[in-house]
């Protein structure tokens, strides 16, 4: 089994002394985000996960704890894109910190294993067409020796994003106009030898070699696992979703970094409410387990096809 932490909260920035402390004690709770007293106990043992896929803007809190994940194969998804404070309030300076980050991370696990996101991008009048192009080249110049691959996707807009990017006057992507941003953006990923894939996008791009990203990417695995495994598509994910099934370990409204666009948090105040119910010693990423709650424990089993060709 592969488990995403998280899709749902920035694990490695926030939260890695409690996933170090889950990793010790071999096992993690996780509430069902449609029933908050329905509880899966999830295994962690190393015979069963067979990869982690770490989600973040900001790894450096949990760099020096790497070395605690030796029995682990993972890799990280890491957004780095070309927004300031005023859309990602909680993320230090890209240039001074997170550029270097990135780096120093691809320094320790090599360029396979962090994959840089681009994502979403979102038109306003400060962030605009020429912006994004400008922006995103220089960042490519900087990450181009350190990773493989940038996935984008162009902003989607629920009623929760709509309600937290209220002031930013955002406006909605045309077609034309995100072709001809995927055009751009593919020339100059293509220029460094990047390959450029898009999350969850409906729209074909094959005509500038982007191709559809598989963010939990059981291919991926493989190849650095050295092994065939047998996983299929995530159903609950969207359609145009190309991830592998997958176990995610987060909680809603508990990341701290701050993103207008974040799908994942309704309001900051909540947020905030949440954030004094985090215990590093609990189970639980939030809070700790009541009397309602009931416990069920998650089938857990590796997807490593171990035996195959012994006998081809």
Same mark, same amino acid.
């Given at each position: 089994?592969?488990?995403?932490?998280?899709?749902?909260?920035?694990?490695?920035?926030?939260?890695?002394?409690?996933?170090?402390?889950?990793?010790?004690?071999?096992?993690?709770?996780?509430?069902?985000?449609?029933?908050?007293?329905?509880?899966?106990?999830?295994?962690?043992?190393?015979?069963?996960?067979?990869?982690?896929?770490?989600?973040?803007?900001?790894?450096?809190?949990?760099?020096?704890?790497?070395?605690?994940?030796?029995?682990?194969?993972?890799?990280?998804?890491?957004?780095?894109?070309?927004?300031?404070?005023?859309?990602?309030?909680?993320?230090?300076?890209?240039?001074?910190?997170?550029?270097?980050?990135?780096?120093?991370?691809?320094?320790?696990?090599?360029?396979? *294993?962090?994959?840089? $996101? +681009?994502?979403?991008?979102?038109? /306003? =009048?400060?962030?605009?067409?020429?912006?994004?192009? !400008?922006?995103?080249?220089?960042?490519?110049?900087?990450?181009?020796?350190?990773?493989?691959?940038?996935?984008?996707?162009?902003?989607?807009?629920?009623?929760?994003?709509?309600?937290?990017?209220?002031?930013?006057?955002?406006?909605?992507?045309?077609?034309?106009?995100?072709?001809?941003?995927?055009?751009?953006?593919?020339?100059?990923?293509?220029?460094?030898?990047?390959?450029?894939?898009?999350?969850?996008?409906?729209?074909?791009?094959?005509?500038?070699?982007?191709?559809?990203?598989?963010?939990?990417?059981?291919?991926?695995?493989?190849?650095?696992?050295?092994?065939?495994?047998?996983?299929?598509?995530?159903?609950?994910?969207?359609?145009?979703?190309?991830?592998?099934?997958?176990?995610?370990?987060?909680?809603?409204?508990?990341? *701290?970094?701050?993103? $207008? +666009?974040?799908?994942?948090?309704? /309001? =900051?105040?909540?947020?905030?409410?949440?954030?004094? !119910?985090?215990?590093?010693?609990?189970?639980?990423?939030?809070?700790?387990?009541?009397?309602?709650?009931?416990?069920?424990?998650?089938?857990?089993?590796?997807?490593?096809?171990?035996?195959?060709?012994?006998?081809?």
């Amino acid at each position: 089994m592969i488990i995403s932490a998280s899709r749902r909260t920035d694990i490695p920035t926030y939260y890695s002394d409690w996933f170090m402390q889950r990793i010790k004690e071999g096992y993690v709770l996780a509430r069902n985000p449609m029933n908050a007293h329905q509880v899966s106990r999830i295994s962690l043992n190393p015979e069963v996960v067979d990869g982690i896929v770490f989600w973040t803007k900001n790894p450096l809190p949990m760099l020096d704890k790497l070395p605690l994940l030796k029995d682990y194969m993972y890799y990280f998804q890491f957004t780095l894109n070309g927004y300031e404070q005023d859309v990602e309030a909680g993320v230090p300076p890209k240039d001074k910190f997170i550029v270097p980050g990135f780096q120093r991370l691809s320094d320790m696990l090599g360029p396979e *294993r962090v994959i840089w $996101r +681009y994502d979403p991008i979102l038109l /306003n =009048n400060k962030y605009t067409f020429n912006y994004h192009v !400008q922006r995103f080249a220089e960042l490519a110049k900087q990450l181009a020796p350190y990773t493989k691959q940038c996935t984008i996707s162009f902003l989607d807009m629920y009623a929760k994003t709509e309600r937290n990017m209220q002031g930013l006057a955002v406006q909605p992507w045309s077609l034309e106009q995100m072709d001809a941003m995927a055009k751009a953006l593919a020339e100059i990923a293509h220029s460094y030898g990047l390959e450029l894939a898009t999350c969850a996008e409906g729209i074909e791009l094959d005509k500038y070699g982007i191709k559809h990203a598989h963010c939990i990417d059981g291919g991926l695995f493989e190849k650095l696992l050295g092994c065939p495994m047998k996983v299929g598509k995530d159903k609950n994910q969207r359609q145009e979703c190309g991830c592998v099934a997958s176990v995610d370990i987060g909680a809603y409204n508990t990341c *701290r970094n701050g993103c $207008r +666009y974040c799908y994942a948090n309704f /309001n =900051n105040a909540m947020v905030q409410k949440n954030r004094q !119910q985090h215990h590093p010693g609990s189970a639980l990423l939030l809070g700790e387990v009541g009397e309602e709650d009931r416990i069920t424990e998650r089938k857990m089993q590796s997807c490593l096809e171990r035996q195959q060709g012994l006998f081809a």
